[in-house]
């Protein structure tokens, strides 16, 4: 006989069962999936409608990004694409929160953030057709390159906030002048050590950080239940700063929680982890088929938790909006879509000789001389076709 | 591509043969191993309900369950550490890392763990460990996917470094590292994969010591291993054309190195190309090209030459990635360079 040993805290099933799938009561949730405002004890969205209505148009825009990728994708004029089907509102909600001055450190699948942070998403193409590996300037709009390796970028951020601490640019009480780092990851990367030894810097500092996780249950194949046996925001009390469970599906919440998080890393008092409990509709990549390893049926369960559909619902029943407003903003899309087509297949393509162009930012004589020796071997191509002709 | 004689494999008594795949060589060695000993299990990202991030282990869950067949958490460290306490506990843990760029993050415990226990502890402990992971580029996966960092690996004492290159060798290195008591690194080029090729119905293990003569020549010997094997053959077919016999060498074995199959061909050839996908600086090919020099000083018509990879991140345009890695024509021309 065995009998189950209860002393060491809550049963995990407890904790982690029913309530799981819905995000559980912690849930920070303003906007129902069908459109209703609800209040929060402790966050508020304090926009007025038409602020929602732009955060319907970005979300809108956003998907159409997806979704063409994703086309060009099967077109076979992308390589790859990753898609973010479902994470718009988490995407948009914490995007439209930041500061000009804020900096953020995306993962490779943040089509949304870098939406509010004004990179053309021609550039996100450029990446995934393989002609450049993201070329946009990470200080135009402080949006940082998209990272693949898993979770890498997040000690990167941490680093990248004590370096705004030593620029005396936290605490100041300036709201134009206070800055803070938003680092992306996902579930999946929450059982990297490098994400682990952030959170740990990250408080030991007292750094201007916000980790914000958007867990979309799945990491390619591996459940969430595979990387932690509890809430993924639990464990932040354990690394010493707050953690919040916010509906990854909810514009407005998504929006509140990270503007108040990004208040407390302005102020000064530290990281914050905010877990955007959401679903990833699509694959994980476009390599990916997602029915080897899940259910239709929960896909079927989060579409009634569709992020933009909650918003046009809001929008319409409160009588915010015409149909011209939906109308407007579908012909966006469509320029957009246009856009991406036709722009994805006039990135030129690399030039054979930069390959050795950026190993250092003074090149090697060793560098120089395979550069030379390559050119060379390139010019016998020109000559011999002349030969032919 | 044309199936090769390895002269590693005893051939069987005739039982027939089968059409296969190297991804199925490798599933097939999986399967075998833990059809054989119970104390033989998976564990990796996405190797179970995915079927392994290259379909390698596809059908193993279905087959042997989630106790023998593992998915885990995104923690390269942890279950290469994992890994090591199971071995030490008298399991045989195979443990796949998606690639070796990403066995990055699993560095200490491969080299400050698992390659020194059993030095650390006088021989009393042995870490019985088969980690498999692809390398090489060649499939537009950018630079921090596409790396041949095998020869760091072959650098470590305290493991074994394997690198199949054909179909039996994919069929049957897998059970000869199971059988060893140190921890053994199995390398699989990514562009192998759907690499086709006959073998016997009961192929089984290959003996990992030894490098195998691919192709017999007397004019130049070309040593590689793993993807560029297939390149310096192809090589050896230009090179035919134009009377030089070049004999092609497959490393096998990257640690340690077979220094007597590797003498015996230069003392005949006397000249030597080594085509390595690593880096040339401080690389595998330094060591091969070092060791012939060293040995075979006096039997050598020529300085040895070596055909790599451009000392760059490895591109990831696909014209830039061709550019960058070694390619048949490099190693003919290097041949004649020093046939003379």
């Known amino acids: 006989m065995t009998e189950s040993n209860t002393d060491f805290g809550p049963d995990l099933g407890e904790v982690f069962g029913p309530s799981h799938a819905d995000g559980g009561p912690e849930l920070v949730q303003l906007l129902t999936p069908e459109g209703e405002r609800v209040e929060h004890p402790d966050f508020s969205f304090d926009l007025d409608d038409e602020a929602i209505k732009g955060f319907y148009r970005d979300m809108v825009l956003t998907r159409r990004i997806d979704t063409e990728a994703t086309a060009l994708q099967r077109h076979g004029e992308l390589g790859i694409w990753a898609q973010l089907l ?15 001055q804020d900096f953020v450190f995306p993962t490779y699948r943040e089509h ?62 300036d709201p134009e002048r206070d ?23 990250a408080a030991s500092y007292n750094a201007p950080v916000v980790f914000f996780c958007q867990n979309n249950q799945w990491a390619i194949s591996e459940p969430i239940e595979r990387q932690s046996r509890i809430p993924l925001y639990q464990r932040a009390l354990g690394f010493g700063f707050p953690g919040v469970r916010v509906d990854g599906n ?60 909650r918003v ?51 090149q090697t004589p060793e560098l120089a001389a395979q550069k030379e020796g390559f050119a060379a071997y390139l010019a016998s191509f020109e000559g011999h076709k002349e030969g032919a002709r | 591509m044309t199936t090769l004689s390895t002269g590693a494999t005893p051939v069987p008594a005739a039982t027939g043969t089968v059409e296969t795949t ?42 042997f369950g989630p106790e023998r067949v593992r998915d885990t958490p995104l923690s390269e460290s942890g279950f290469v550490g ?113 690499m086709t090729g006959t073998l016997p119905r009961d192929a089984g293990h290959v003996d990992i010591t030894r490098a195998a003569v691919r192709r017999e020549g007397r004019d130049v010997t070309l040593v590689s291993y793993g993807g560029t094997l297939h390149k310096a053959l192809a090589a050896a077919d230009v090179l035919a054309g134009s009377g030089v016999a070049a004999e092609v060498l497959d490393l096998r074995s990257l640690r340690p190195l077979d220094d007597a199959t590797i003498a015996a061909s230069v003392r005949k050839t006397h000249r030597a190309v ?49 550019a960058a890695l070694p390619q048949v024509d490099q190693v003919v021309a290097a041949a004649r360079r020093v046939v003379g």
Request: charged letters at 20%.
């Open chain 1, 86 to 100: 479902g994470q718009e509102a988490a995407q948009i909600g914490s995007g439209r929160a930041l500061a000009p």
């Open chain 1, 112 to 173: 949304g953030v870098a939406w509010c942070r004004d990179v053309d998403p021609l550039r996100l193409l450029g990446l995934f057709r393989g002609v450049d590996q993201g070329g946009w300037d990470p200080n135009d709009g402080n949006f940082g390159l998209y990272t693949i390796v898993i979770g890498a970028q997040t000690l990167h951020a941490v680093g990248y906030a004590m370096g705004m601490q030593r620029d005396g640019v936290v605490g100041t009480g």
């Open chain 1, 179 to 201: 800055a803070a780092v938003v680092a992306y990851f996902g579930d999946g990367a929450s059982s990297q050590g490098d994400v682990n030894e952030s959170f740990i810097f």
């Open chain 1, 250 to 309: 909810d514009v407005l919440a998504c929006y509140a929680v990270t503007k108040a998080a990004l208040q407390r890393a302005h102020e000064g008092s530290g990281p914050t982890f905010v877990e955007a409990y959401t679903y990833r509709m699509g694959a994980h990549t476009t390599t990916d088929d997602p029915t080897r390893y899940r259910l239709s049926e929960d896909l079927e369960h989060w579409k009634l938790k569709d992020p933009i559909a």
């Open chain 1, 312 to 362: 046009h619902a809001y929008l319409t029943r409160n009588g915010l909006v015409d149909e011209a407003f939906f109308a407007e903003v579908e012909e966006e899309a469509e320029r957009l879509g246009e856009h991406l087509r036709a722009g994805c297949k006039a990135l030129p393509e690399p030039d054979p000789l930069s390959i050795f162009d950026h190993v250092y930012v003074d």
């Open chain 2, 22 to 63: 190297y991804r199925e060589a490798l599933r097939e060695a999986l399967r075998e191993a833990l059809r054989e000993d119970d104390r033989v299990f998976l564990m990796g990202e996405d190797v179970g309900m995915y079927g392994g991030c290259f379909a390698v282990s596809l059908g193993l869950l279905e087959e």
């Open chain 2, 82 to 194: 994992a890994g090591i306490g199971a071995a030490l506990a008298g399991l045989r843990p195979v443990v796949e890392i998606m690639t070796v760029n990403f066995s990055l993050l699993a560095l200490d415990q491969i080299l400050n763990n698992a390659a020194t226990l059993s030095h650390m502890s006088g021989g009393q402990l042995h870490v019985p460990l088969v980690i498999r992971m692809t390398t090489g580029a060649g499939r537009q996966l950018a630079a921090q996917h596409s790396h041949s960092l095998e020869g760091w690996y072959a650098h470590i004492p305290g493991i074994k470094v394997i690198a199949p290159a054909t179909v039996e060798d994919a069929r049957g290195m897998l059970w000869t590292a199971l059988e060893d008591p140190d921890p053994v690194l199995l390398f699989e080029h990514g562009t192998l994969y759907t």
């Open chain 2, 274 to 322: 080594v085509v390595d996908e690593g880096w040339r600086s401080g690389g595998l090919s330094a060591e091969v090209s070092a060791r012939i020099t060293e040995q075979c000083f006096y039997d050598l018509d020529g300085p040895v030459e070596r055909v790599c990879s451009a000392e760059v991140p490895i591109p990831y345009a696909q014209h830039l990635e061709q």
